[in-house]
Nanobody
Framework: QVQLVESGGGLAQPGTSLRLSCAAS????????MGWLRQAPGKEREFVAA????????RYADSVQGRFTISRDRAKNTVYLQMNSLKPEDTAVYYC????????????????????WGQGTQVTVSS
């Protein structure tokens, strides 16, 4: 079992930045591919960003490409989402997610099909 705890959400003005963190425990962090997804009110949950278990590959939704950066710190068992140039349409509950992978899939990325989820953290972008 994997536990994921997000932090770093809050209220931000358009054009500013926030950094989300997700601390993982319960399984070797190096065996987890990680991702961030979000759900806005009245909308379905959507993919935001993903990072492979070895940190060597990343992928982003078109809507955040060039503004958001996903990264991971193996020593801290933590994945981050740096969000720059925030827009009101980025307002959503952001979820950290993890997928257990084998040592043969260290470069695998996932936009769906995650095994474990955090509780979510609210990000509101408004002036």
């Amino acid at each position: 079992q994997v536990q994921l705890v997000e932090s770093g959400g809050g209220l931000a003005q358009p054009g500013t930045s926030l950094r989300l963190s997700c601390a993982a425990s319960g399984r070797a962090f190096s065996n987890l591919a990680m991702g961030w997804l979000r759900q806005a009110p009245g909308k379905e949950r959507e993919f935001v960003a993903a990072i492979s278990s070895n940190g060597g590959r990343t992928r982003y939704a078109d809507s955040v490409q060039g503004r958001f950066t996903i990264s991971r710190d193996r020593a801290k068992n933590t994945v981050y989402l740096q969000m720059n140039s925030l827009k009101p349409e980025d307002t959503a509950v952001y979820y950290c997610a993890a997928k257990a992978i084998s040592s043969y899939s260290v470069l695998a990325l996932f936009t769906t099909g995650y095994d474990y989820w955090g509780q979510g953290t609210q990000v509101t972008v408004s002036s």
